[in-house]
């Protein structure tokens, strides 16, 4: 999806439900979802101790929404990073839907 001068690299990992980011080859973290009709529910996103510091969760997060807009989708922020992230960057809010009990019993359910 991206490359830049830190060698880090945001891919979708369909199989696996989640993007992950990449550094030098080496996944470093990764944010998990579960597609849901035409949301995708975000609900887990963790970055390597190793990688920590370095502003990988922010450009891993903002790269899958970025993913998420032009694939059509909408976005349900389970997750707690992804809900504080988009507090900070209203240009998703348009694509974005509240986390509601179905969603969150809906997930429950696929996660076991």
Same mark, same amino acid.
Request: one cysteine or more; proline letters at 4%; aromatic letters at 8%.
């Given at each position: 999806?991206?490359?830049?001068?830190?060698?880090?690299?945001?891919?979708?990992? $369909? &199989?696996?439900?989640?993007?992950?980011?990449?550094?030098?080859?080496?996944?470093?973290? =990764? @944010?998990?979802? /579960?597609?849901? *009709?035409?949301?995708?529910?975000?609900?887990?996103?963790?970055?390597? $101790? &190793?990688?920590?510091?370095?502003?990988?969760?922010?450009?891993?997060?903002?790269?899958? =929404? @970025?993913?998420? /807009?032009?694939? *059509?989708?909408?976005?349900?922020?389970?997750?707690?990073?992804?809900?504080?992230?988009?507090?900070?960057?209203?240009?998703?809010?348009?694509?974005?839907?509240?986390?509601?009990?179905?969603?969150?019993?809906?997930?429950?359910?696929?996660?076991?």
């Amino acid at each position: 999806m991206s490359q830049s001068s830190t060698a880090a690299t945001v891919r979708r990992a $369909d &199989a696996e439900h989640r993007y992950e980011i990449l550094v030098d080859g080496k996944r470093a973290g =990764l @944010t998990a979802y /579960r597609d849901h *009709g035409e949301q995708r529910v975000f609900h887990h996103t963790e970055i390597d $101790d &190793a990688f920590a510091g370095q502003g990988l969760a922010s450009r891993l997060v903002q790269e899958a =929404l @970025t993913d998420v /807009r032009e694939s *059509g989708m909408r976005i349900v922020p389970v997750c707690p990073y992804v809900a504080k992230f988009l507090k900070r960057h209203e240009e998703f809010a348009d694509i974005t839907d509240p986390v509601t009990p179905d969603v969150l019993q809906w997930l429950d359910a696929r996660l076991g």
